[in-house]
């Protein structure tokens, strides 16, 4: 497979439907998932020596939160990340703590 090839099937993974998933509808309420859908990729070479020849992609999907349709009213509910906010509360009491202890030592 070369280069162009793999950016072609990378390409068709990262769509919209992957941001926005398939609407679920239950009692009256209408709900749309939708997420944060990124990617890449490079290579390298001309793709004649496959010594010589490379390429790589990534990509990541990740829940943003849904889209609540309930009375002819929608609203956007966010996804919440308990990891991302432990580690960001943790993260800023080091950072507090070491700016205390480093204002003990030099005061």
């Known amino acids: 497979m070369d280069v162009e090839e793999m950016l072609q099937r990378v390409g068709k993974l990262l769509h919209v439907q992957r941001a926005f998933g398939e609407p679920i509808e239950r009692d009256g309420v209408t709900v749309i998932p939708v997420a944060l859908v990124a990617g890449g990729g490079g290579g390298g070479g001309d793709g004649r020596d496959p010594e010589g020849s490379?390429?790589?992609?990534?990509?990541?999907?990740?829940?943003?939160?849904?889209?609540?349709?309930?009375?002819?009213?929608?609203?956007?509910?966010?996804?919440?990340?308990?990891?991302?906010?432990?580690?960001?509360?943790?993260?800023?009491?080091?950072?507090?703590?070491?700016?205390?202890?480093?204002?003990?030592?030099?005061?």
């Open 54 to 107: 490379g390429a790589g992609a990534g990509g990541v999907v990740r829940p943003l939160g849904v889209y609540e349709i309930k009375n002819g009213e929608s609203r956007f509910i966010p996804a919440v990340n308990a990891t991302m906010i432990a580690a960001v509360a943790i993260i800023a009491v080091a950072v507090t703590v070491r700016a205390i202890l480093v204002g003990r030592h030099h005061g």
